[in-house]
């Protein structure tokens, strides 16, 4: 296990370019078991969590060569139906192979995630979805078994207690792409993700309306090709580095951020006081000298991600005045409130809902990542502490972060990563 070491009160400067989206690469990836065709994804950042993925349709028989940014995926006669629990428990998107699996191979036996740190995650929509399509399901010793003769179109309501599921809409729409006649999904999630896969189905041959919107309706077709696609950057790094900017007081550039895919964040981060600007394939970032409170809460696209819940929270315990945060997609993810108390910041949580007092500055301590996104919170609070401090845990980082720590070092901060005894 390694932790970073961060020297606090950091100036940041310059250029960081974004990596593509890990959320749209994993079901991008699992969307190659549709075909026997070739398949070549660009722009894959190299993350933990896309090695799983890897890993899971390696097991499935897929052949897949990584080369850089570039991921060669050869599913030609793929024989497995099966994602083991030693692998699906390593990372829940891992699940979303149960759609294309139930719709190529018309069988699935596919482990259910299991908990998580950041609340309990059903995956009770991915099965009501393919259950609509005519898929059997059936759950057995801790496996989800998925059968069906066929596939057919329907209207599905894709909406549980907090709204639309992302990956729940992936595994939907991966199923009824090969169904047989029209499907509606209701509700279905909006999010940039989910948009780009629609787009990789597309080129593989589907017949896709209305994604990036709550009503997608999809016309089967029998057969899909293979694609070539270039993912979308990922907007919650490039939303980190905006935050990074803000907390730090530095100018920087965030080459590849979308301003399209980023609109929740920046309207949030220009009420507290950080100025936002499009900039020639980028955003560039200036904070204006005095920080103000914020209130917000996290809703599905376009409302603010719970994935850079987190991260403004690390700004508003810096910024002067009383800040209000409510989380409604996990009511539970506040893992990264205690250890952001370790470092003095003072915030109470009162249920869903976080009450942030900013205090003048926060000083460095050892503190423990829980999450990926909670450890991105306290490597950038480490930044803006007065004197060093330690990040356990960072293997968390590292599932969705690509070289993090290297990006910021080459901004300018000081950031040693070593062994934890
Ligand atoms: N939900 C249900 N039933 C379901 C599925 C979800 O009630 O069958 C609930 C969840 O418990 C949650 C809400 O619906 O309250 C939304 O969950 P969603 O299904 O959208 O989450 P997900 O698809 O499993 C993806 C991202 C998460 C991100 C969420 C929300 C990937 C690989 N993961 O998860 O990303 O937080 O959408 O935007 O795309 C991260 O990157 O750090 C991360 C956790």
Partial sequence: MEKLIVQGQAKLKGRVTV??????????????????????????????????????????????????????????????????????????????????????????????PGGCVIGPRPVDLHLKGLKALGAQIKVEGGYVLSKAKEL??????????????????????????????????????????????????????????????????????????????RVIPDRIEAGTYLVAAGITGSEIEVQGARAEHLGAVIDKLDQAGVGVHPAGGGIRVKPRRRLSPVDATTLPFPGFPTDMQAQLMALLCVTPGISVITEKIYPDRFMHVAELGRMGAQIKLEGATAIVCGVKRLSGAPVMASDLRASAALLLAGLAARGASEVGRIYHLDRGYERMDEKLVKLGAEIRREKME
């Avoid at 722009?43 to 940014?69: A, C, F, S, Y």
């Avoid at 207690?161 to 909006?190: D, H, K, P, Q, Y």
Wanted: net charge positive.
């Fill in 152 to 229: 057919r179109g329907t209207t599905i309501y894709l909406g549980g207690a907090f709204g639309s599921s992302v990956l729940g809409t992936a595994n939907v729409l991966m199923g009824a792409v090969l169904a047989r006649g029209r499907t509606l999904i209701e509700n279905a999630a909006c999010e940039p993700e989910l948009a780009d896969l629609a787009e990789v189905l597309i080129k593989m041959g589907a017949k896709i309306q209305g994604h990036g919107t709550p009503l997608i309706a999809v016309e089967g077709v029998r057969r899909l090709h293979g694609f070539t696609h």
């Fill in 19 to 112: 990596s593509g989206s890990k959320n749209a690469t994993l079901p991008i990836l699992a969307a190659s078991l549709l075909t026997d065709d070739l398949c070549v994804l660009e722009g894959v950042p190299q993350l933990r969590d896309v090695t799983t993925m890897i890993r899971i349709l390696r097991n499935l028989g897929l052949k897949v060569h990584q080369e850089g940014d570039r991921v060669t995926l050869s599913p030609n006669g793929y024989a497995g139906v099966e994602a083991p629990y030693r692998l699906v428990s390593t990372m829940r998107a891992s699940f979303c192979v149960l759609g294309p699996l139930t719709a190529k191979k018309r069988q699935a036996r596919v482990s259910l």
